[in-house]
């Protein structure tokens, strides 16, 4: 483990946790790596910001306003006093603009376009610019990340960050064009997205958080808008380190199989790659306050015989530096590979590896289950569902336990035996499938 001190920022930390011995010919090197910031040089506390974050950034609140907005008693009420929530979140100094999103976006506060400084008169001012906004129209939720994008981009600041609310589907753009916008937002802001309700679709509202390293929930009932959109602000004004990357570098011959974050929740990095120089890529990881986050690297290494050792890869924390030079090194780790014939040794898994290799599995067969269940396959469903029950038991995940429990009756959890509910309210399948990459960290 190494340690790059910094003044004044998080001091970022790397463990790395893996079984390195391999059989005879063995290739495949499996490792996890956890990185760690603790802010303002202590320890990790989670919603404990340092004071001096906030002025440093810029945030855009989406809030949905096409028509069905206005159908659900209390839903445009309830983003009202939540965008208001948010503001009233907001640090002095944070610039910051809110946005009406319908099949077409429009600035709100400020009116004319641009960002306004957070303080007492500003952050009034924006509340009763709140009670302008009516529902009425339709949903292109591209064209709303464009306008926040633009936004975002007039403000010279380290973080960017996003906050979307959506009660419908995408209906009056194509999934190219709404995969266009987050292309074209990606690494420019992170953005958390929110369903409120049920009418809108899972995979959309989570795709965007998860091409905009943001978060991503459903909240069923409006009166908790409010709530979770304070805890995202104070979320969002706690992160103090913008744009950090982590750079795995191989050696000649070994290759990625792939990087993936697993705590706190599962997101696929592999395709995300960016050259970073001679056998060296970056992965982004976004922003960072006070926090732990756990990756599971797989690296595979040219064959070699039985007393051989070398260096699979080394797992850097990057961030770039504000002149365009060499990038800023925050922490690393290292990967090793030894050959043995010890079978004990070589057979051994990590129970960090064990451990993340079973949250991912549960992440994939509760998304396979759901959509076989909805799909009418019941015996693919049960199977599938039967499995993550197994699975969240075994691992002690219970929040995920208990979701899964509004979907199946368990007749045993520690052998997956279940059977589908006839009927499943539509909040509580919704809730699972998007909570479905939520992990737990390994049982001490």
Not at 33 to 39: D, P
Not at 124 to 152: E, F, H, P, V, Y
Not at 316 to 325: E, F, K, M
Request: charged share 25%; aromatic share 4%; proline share 5%.
């Amino acid at each position: 483990m190494a340690d790059f001190p910094q003044q004044s920022e998080p001091r970022f930390s790397v463990e790395v946790y893996q079984n390195e011995h391999l059989p005879e010919g063995g290739r495949e090197v499996h490792a996890v790596v956890t990185v760690t910031s603790a802010g303002d040089g202590g320890g990790p506390s989670a919603g404990a910001p340092s004071p001096g974050a906030g002025p440093d950034a810029a945030v855009v609140v989406m809030v949905d306003c096409s028509g069905s907005m206005g159908h659900a008693p209390g839903k445009l009420r309830g983003a009202r006093e939540a965008t208001a929530a948010a503001i009233d979140a907001l640090r002095d100094g944070v610039r910051f603009a809110v946005i009406a999103g319908t099949h077409t976006a429009r600035p709100v506060f400020p009116a004319a376009g641009g960002l306004a400084t957070a303080g007492p008169d500003t952050r009034k001012q924006a509340k009763r610019a709140l009670n302008g906004l009516l529902a009425d129209g339709g949903t292109a939720i591209g064209s709303w990340l464009r306008l926040a994008g633009r936004l975002l981009d007039t403000a010279d600041v380290s973080m960017r960050h996003g906050i979307l609310l959506t009660d419908g589907r995408n209906e009056h753009e194509s999934p190219e064009e709404l995969r266009a916008a987050l292309d074209a937002c990606a690494g420019r802001f992170t953005c958390d997205a929110r369903g409120v309700g049920t009418d809108w679709e899972v995979k959309e509202v989570t795709a965007i958080a998860s091409a905009l390293l943001g978060s991503a929930d459903i909240v069923a009932d409006p009166a908790g808008l409010a709530a979770d959109f304070t805890r995202m602000m104070e979320d969002a004004m706690g992160k103090e380190v913008a744009d950090v990357a982590l750079r795995v570098w191989t050696p000649v011959d070994a290759e990625i199989v792939f990087v993936k974050q697993v705590a706190p929740t599962v997101e696929d990095l592999t395709g995300r790659r960016t050259t970073a120089g001679p056998r060296a890529g970056d992965y982004p990881t976004g922003s960072w306050g006070a926090e732990s986050r756990d990756y599971h690297l797989c690296v595979r290494v040219p064959a070699a015989e039985v007393g051989r050792e070398m260096l699979a890869a080394r797992a850097s924390l990057i961030r770039p530096r504000p002149d365009g030079g060499v990038p800023e090194a925050l922490a690393q780790g290292l990967v090793r590979a030894v050959w043995t014939d010890d079978l004990a040794a070589s057979t051994s898994i990590d129970p960090q590896v064990a451990h993340y290799t079973g949250q991912a599995e549960l992440s994939q067969v509760i998304q396979q289950g759901l959509d076989a269940r909805k799909s009418g396959h019941v015996a693919e469903a049960t199977a599938k569902l039967g499995r993550a029950v197994q699975l969240a038991s075994v691992s002690g995940n219970d929040g995920t336990a208990k979701l899964l429990a509004k979907v199946v009756d368990v007749v045993d959890a520690a052998t997956g035996t279940v059977r589908l509910k006839a009927k499943v309210a539509e909040a509580d399948e919704m809730t699972l499938e998007t909570r479905s990459t939520k992990t737990v960290r390994v049982k001490k």
